[in-house]
């Protein structure tokens, strides 16, 4: 009895679709638990980046998510590293002191071209031609998403001024004298020019996810600044101890690696490969002790940041990541 | 296409590796689960949704099977059991959804509207089957498992599996 004509059913899984969960499941063996554990083997990776960690602690949470759109508006990234710290230490450091950081920070940071609100366009042509540049999105969605919108917001610029006697007062006021502000820095200005950023957001009724996307900013150091230094400021202001941030702060290279700071009660975080690239994704789900709900992938590819984040798993944000095109 | 004679050709020569190559596990047996699940489903985007399932579960517990490579693919299947059995519960529970829908291979135009003509008409065939006809079919022609492997999958004999097997394509034959 010839069973052949029940063989047309048959045929090879797609190959993106193979891809996709080859990633899937490679994402999967990287639990960020052990980096945490090991963190001299995330400090090699590390090294091979580079970053600014100065507003570091900007990214304490439960804003995971607006820390992604933070550091895409205001920073030049080529490589994404987490580091992991703990935000009661950060709340204790900070509840005991007598900074009034908003106000410090307002004094010294001017917005030359302010930010305008979003503005939403038809198609993600159209969002191109006005962010001027090529606005990818994923081919593949998570079962139940839709888009529901993509919007642009204009480029913009700030410009930061140092100030060395604010800076060394607000770690002595949190206890850190151990570590003296770096020289040179009264007067120096810090400019960030933002390029558009365009945002893509989907929507199942119930979760929204973003796809943020933009040119790398531009940010210009006056010439000779010690990097590392405040770096590694920036590492004690997040609580991390001394040899930790020293550590740390001496095998980044600041110039191109973002570190983003990931609370170890709200998220765990491995490093990811999107599309040949390295990345990072962050999957608040997993937390311990419940956690925002907000994961995150964000990589960097050409002269553009990508930043994906939503209430689902991260692994079904690298799903969506490797796709977009 | 045996299941447990033809399986393993990476598993076999790595039975008794420390460290087996999943990558060439994982291109192995993807095949066998997509296609288990386009034969008990009929949805393309769900087959791909439940094989991901699948996987991430076998992915997250394949430490275990280092020193039992054997068992791996009949283990992988039952794990698909498990899911596909999971996901009609929840249909049942829901709401219905399956969309036939098949894309179709590559070829010419020609031959793709003659392979997704015959795909629809199988799958059309299959839908009327009762669950578990539908679900041996599956696995025999699917993912390719032995009778043996099907016994030891739903817990009936070998010699049960091929008769009911055997009944089931004389019918689709028939109505074909």
Redo the contacts between chains.
């Keep these: 009895?010839?069973?052949e004509?029940?063989?047309?059913?048959?045929?090879?899984?797609?190959a993106a679709?193979?891809r996709r969960?080859?990633s899937?499941?490679h994402a999967?063996?990287a639990p960020a638990a052990t980096e945490r554990r090991a963190p001299a083997r995330a400090y090699r990776w590390l090294a091979t980046a580079a970053s600014v960690a100065a507003l570091a602690f900007a990214f304490t949470l439960p804003a995971v998510r607006s820390a992604a759109e933070a550091f895409l508006d205001y920073f030049r990234v080529v490589n994404f590293a987490g580091v992991a710290f703990d935000p009661q230490r950060v709340e204790q450091l900070w509840s005991n002191a007598s900074v009034d950081l908003p106000t410090l920070i307002s004094g010294h940071v001017a917005i030359s071209t302010p930010p305008t609100p979003p503005i939403a366009y038809a198609s993600l042509d159209e969002a191109g031609a006005a962010a001027q540049m090529q606005v990818r999105a994923p081919t593949w969605l998570p079962?139940g998403f839709k888009l529901t919108s993509v919007e642009v917001i204009a480029a913009h610029e700030l410009r930061v001024t140092g100030d060395t006697a604010k800076l060394q007062e607000v770690l002595t006021a949190l206890g850190i004298d151990d570590l003296a502000v770096p020289a040179g820095l009264d007067g120096q200005v810090v400019t960030v020019s933002i390029p558009p950023i365009a945002r893509i957001l989907y929507d199942n009724g119930a979760k929204q996810i973003a796809l943020v996307q933009s040119r790398g900013p531009v940010v210009s150091f006056p010439a000779g600044v010690d990097l590392a230094s405040f770096a590694e400021i920036g590492l004690r202001l997040l609580g991390l101890g001394r040899a930790e941030a020293y550590d740390l702060a001496q095998s980044v290279d600041w110039r191109s690696t973002l570190l983003v700071p990931v609370p170890l009660t709200a998220a765990t975080f491995h490093r990811v490969e999107v599309q040949n690239g390295d990345g990072l994704a962050i999957d608040a789900a997993a937390g311990e002790n419940g956690g925002s709900g907000e994961s995150m992938v964000l990589w960097s590819g050409g002269d553009s940041v990508y930043a994906l984040r939503g209430p689902i798993r991260a692994?079904d944000l690298l799903l969506m990541a490797q796709s977009v095109q | 296409m045996a299941l447990e004679t033809e399986l393993p050709a990476s598993f076999a020569s790595q039975a008794a590796a420390a460290a087996p190559d999943w990558?060439a596990v994982?291109?192995e047996q993807?095949?066998r689960v997509?296609?288990f699940f386009?034969?008990r489903l009929r949805d393309d985007?769900l087959a791909?949704?439940l094989?991901?399932t699948t996987?991430?579960k076998a992915?997250?517990a394949r430490e275990r099977y280092r020193h039992d490579l054997a068992g791996f693919a009949t283990w992988l299947l039952a794990i698909a059991r498990n899911v596909a059995v999971d996901h009609m519960r929840a249909r049942r529970e829901h709401a219905p959804l399956e969309a036939a829908e098949d894309?179709s291979?590559p070829g010419t135009p020609e031959e793709d509207n003659a392979?997704a003509s015959?795909?629809e008409r199988?799958?059309a065939l299959?839908a009327r089957l009762r669950e578990r006809d539908r679900e041996l079919?599956a696995l025999k022609?699917?993912s390719g498992a032995t009778n043996r492997a099907i016994a030891k999958l739903t817990g009936l004999s070998e010699s049960n599996v091929g008769t009911i097997v055997?009944r089931v394509?004389?019918t689709?034959?028939r109505d074909?």
């Design positions: 009895m010839s069973d004509f029940l063989n047309v059913l048959r045929r090879d899984p797609p679709f193979a969960l080859r899937r499941l999967l063996d079962p692994a | 990558d994982y291109a993807l095949p997509y296609n386009r034969y985007a791909e949704d094989t991901a996987f991430e992915w997250r894309a291979a392979r015959d795909a199988l799958r299959l079919i022609y699917g055997h394509v004389q689709l034959r074909w």
